[in-house]
């Protein structure tokens, strides 16, 4: 039964008695571990019932089933029991429900659409009247950050009070305390749970009733936790639960991919709760991959071991895996360059095997566009096309506008149409009174900006009149010109002042990069068209044709995805666009969201490049042609560029299938990690020779006599230092006049002075 295992995963197969935790890096073949290790028990006598086996997902969960029914053959009848945590959690809740110990739920679980109505009403009814006009006219805004925030607490064991606090959130979010217990009260008169109750609930109720949870724990020899590096601490307690004391307890996952923080997971589950909460615990290592080659995996580990949180285990890769090819892309327009490299990439792959992975979904939208145009077939990770976005809604009625085809929506859409309008941006006017001139306009069907100009109340100031009579004017040209469409959308976002309404307008900053970044991606598609106005809308229709027609068929074509979706999947060929300042790691301003740290951000990184099997595709920034402070973050190197180390991953590779004795390395990649000597041994060239390209003397000493005798410095990109009070860090960029510094522990690049920083600087 064992043949085909590594010795490291018979190790795990055979493990009798006792805690376990199991590291398995990506691709180390934990499934296979696990289900070797169910039937090794099951042929040692152990009752099915006696095992239960927690799956992260329902999707896991019936792959895993699959894969054990196949494995044990005729035993398909006399399997564990194999359940998602939220399953599990609501059988527990009927439990708890038929002892009288929670009250029983009505009607349909509830779904994130009912929640929201219910959350936006709560939030109107507790706050003051300034936010309670801010609420109504920004409803994105509020909803989206309160959801995030209740589905926060309820991961956790924390008073609400206690997690707002954590999360250093703006002022005016206080209420989302108040709007916790008046949502949580709503729920109980209405009987009704949500995804998150069901687990939310019985855990509070076990902490309440210890005795309660004494009758649901030690039942079980054996409970197997699958991606436990998922796992957070309402699903932590409630393992404990379960064990209960007696029997054993197999955890099995990777620090280096725990990706979830926003939902409560937190690495030091599997690090070092577990073993500190259950007791003595023997630790296992699957540490070979059997899905990338040597390539890859030197760049994953050079990359990964810059984080502190995390196991001391070593990514390697099996002697069956493919010579995966990582490749770095100096690009300046990525989608372009992404529409080129799928093209050449699919001579030889289907396109369902190559997948582009961005950082945020905005990022996506120039490059869906560019596919369409390029009538490239493909497939979205999530529901919504670029086309149909939100924020893009004002600049589709501008077109209607235009085209006359407003007149043809019914008199209730044109009153949400022409609110939408008044709104967007806001022009800060009493939602009452906007709603009133929309009812108004919703009656006239032509001469729609001499009708938007008669409604405007006398009442408004002249900064709020001069808002809406832009919009008329911008209103009064589509009528009448038929101009380009990109023109009428780009004077509607320069007039209007469109972006900065954006930023006003949400808590979050990824919430405002998302919708900038769609905006822009749309324009600049618009300009390229070279359309009219109403030619424009008829393009528009029939991409949304095209959107829907891939939609009714099955999913086909290349994969757009997240960082966060390719968790636990794989492609032949993977595309990782915005590895840059800002991007990669993300470091957004006056953020609305938990924190991430820099070590987060690392792991999303790896998560996503270890998704491939023969070809990686990394895209950096062109070197900027123009003076650092006139650069964005997003025009800069990500200081994970010179982590990865991609150079020298080749260089070794190179030396080794080569049999050469030495390899030269350059010491811009930054020092050599104390884990590859261990890659050596595993490649068998524990003998190789390895060298640091010597250093030019004026590295970091150069000194240049500038006018008036004031001595300065030239330095290296990518260089670390220290910084006598901000600390260490690693030099991005720097010009005559600044540094800009990304600092160990910070997200954001600094950019400092170069004449007061220069004496404050030591080079390491």
């Known amino acids: 039964m064992t043949t085909q295992l590594t010795p490291e995963q018979q190790a795990v197969v055979q493990h009798q008695r006792g805690h376990a935790r199991v590291i398995a890096v990506a691709g180390a073949g934990k499934t296979s571990t696990l289900t070797h290790f169910l039937l090794a028990r099951l042929q040692e006598g152990l009752p099915a019932k006696r095992m239960l086996v927690l799956m992260y997902n329902k999707a896991a969960q019936q792959d895993f089933e699959q894969r054990l029914s196949t494995l044990a053959q005729g035993r398909a009848g006399d399997l564990p029991q194999i359940r998602t945590f939220h399953s599990l959690g609501l059988k527990i809740y009927q439990s ?15 779904s994130d659409g009912e929640i929201e109505g219910v959350i936006w009403r709560l939030l109107q009814q507790i706050a003051d009247d300034d936010t309670r006009q801010d609420i109504l006219s920004q409803r994105r805004k509020w909803v989206e950050p309160a959801l995030s925030f209740i589905d926060l607490v309820k991961s956790g064991l924390a008073p609400a009070a206690d997690v707002l606090e954590e999360l250093d959130y703006p002022p005016e979010c206080r209420i989302f305390t108040e709007l916790f217990y008046q949502y949580e009260d709503w729920r109980k008169q209405q009987q009704r749970i949500s995804y998150a109750d069901m687990l939310y609930d019985p855990v509070m109720c076990f902490r309440a009733h210890p005795e309660l949870a004494d009758r649901f724990g030690g039942h079980m020899q054996w409970l197997l936790v699958d991606e436990y590096q998922d ?39 599997i690090v070092e709760r577990f073993a500190k909460e259950f007791g003595d615990t023997t630790t296992y290592q699957l540490p ?53 490299i799928i093209k050449d990439e699919m001579a030889n792959h289907p396109p369902e095997q190559i997948a582009v992975i961005h950082r945020l979904w905005s990022l996506s939208a120039p490059l869906e566009l560019a596919l369409l145009q390029a009538a490239i077939p493909y497939q979205l990770d999530h529901s919504q096309s670029v086309l149909e976005a939100w924020q893009l809604r004002i600049f589709w009625l501008l077109l209607e506008i235009s085209a006359g085809k407003f007149a043809e929506r019914d008199q209730r859409s044109r009153e949400e149409s022409w609110l939408h309008i008044l709104t967007t941006p806001f022009p800060k006017v009493r939602r009452a009174e906007l709603e009133q001139m929309a009812k108004s306009l919703a009656l006239v069907n032509d001469n ?16 709020q009149k001069q808002q809406l009579e832009v919009r008329a004017q911008i209103i009064s040209d589509a009528e009448l010109k038929n101009p380009k469409a990109w023109r009428l959308l780009k004077d509607y976002v320069d007039l209007t002042d469109l972006e900065e309404g954006v930023r006003d307008n949400a808590f979050s900053a990824q919430q405002i990069d998302d919708r900038l970044q769609t905006i822009r991606a749309f324009l600049r598609y618009v300009k390229e068209t070279d359309l009219t106005a109403i030619e424009m809308l008829d393009h528009w229709r029939q991409l949304l044709r095209q959107v829907k027609e891939l939609r009714r068929q099955p999913p086909k074509g290349v994969v757009l995805t997240s960082a966060h979706k390719s968790k636990g999947r794989e492609w032949e060929i993977v595309l990782i666009p915005g590895v ?6 993300y470091s957004p301003e006056g953020e609305f969201i938990t924190p991430a740290s820099i070590e987060s951000e690392r792991r999303l990184l790896y998560v996503s490049m270890t998704r491939a099997r023969k070809q990686l595709h990394i895209m950096t920034p062109k070197t900027p042609d123009k003076p650092l402070r006139d650069c964005t973050d997003r025009e800069l190197p990500s200081s994970f560029e010179r982590e990865l180390a991609v150079e020298r991953a080749e260089a070794i590779v190179k030396a080794v299938e080569g049999g050469a004795s030495s390899v030269e390395m350059s010491m811009k990649e930054g020092a050599i990690g104390t884990w590859l000597p261990q890659y050596l041994r595993h490649l068998g060239a524990e003998n190789l020779k ?31 230092l220290h910084h006598e009070t901000l600390g260490s860090g690693t030099l991005i960029a720097e010009d005559e006049e600044y540094l800009k510094v990304r600092f160990d522990g910070e997200r954001k690049v600094r950019k400092l002075a170069r004449k007061v920083a220069i004496d404050m600087i030591r080079f390491l």
């Open 96 to 110: 708890l429900v038929e002892q009288g110990a929670l009250p029983a739920w009505q009607g349909k679980i509830l």
């Open 231 to 269: 796992i957070n601490e309402v699903q932590q307690s409630l393992l404990y639960t379960l064990w209960g004391g007696r029997g054993s307890v197999m955890v099995i996952g990777d620090s280096d991919q725990t990706i979830y923080e926003f939902r409560g997971s937190r690495p030091e589950f």
């Open 288 to 340: 070979h991959t059997f899905r990338y080659g040597h390539r890859l995996s030197l760049v994953a580990n050079q990359l990964i071991h810059h984080n502190s949180e995390r196991e001391n285990v070593v990514g390697l890769s099996h002697q069956s895996t493919p010579a995966t090819q990582v490749r770095l892309h100096k690009a300046g327009n990525e989608a372009a360059l992404c529409v080129r």
């Open 448 to 463: 729609l900006a001499d009708a938007l100009i008669k409604v405007i109340p006398s009442s408004l100031s002249q900064w």
């Open 580 to 585: 840059n300042a800002q991007y990669f790691p």
């Open 690 to 720: 390895l060298t640091m390209a010597a250093q030019a003397p004026s590295l970091n000493v150069q000194t240049v006599a500038e006018p008036g005798g004031i001595i300065d410095r030239k330095f290296e990109q990518e260089q670390r």
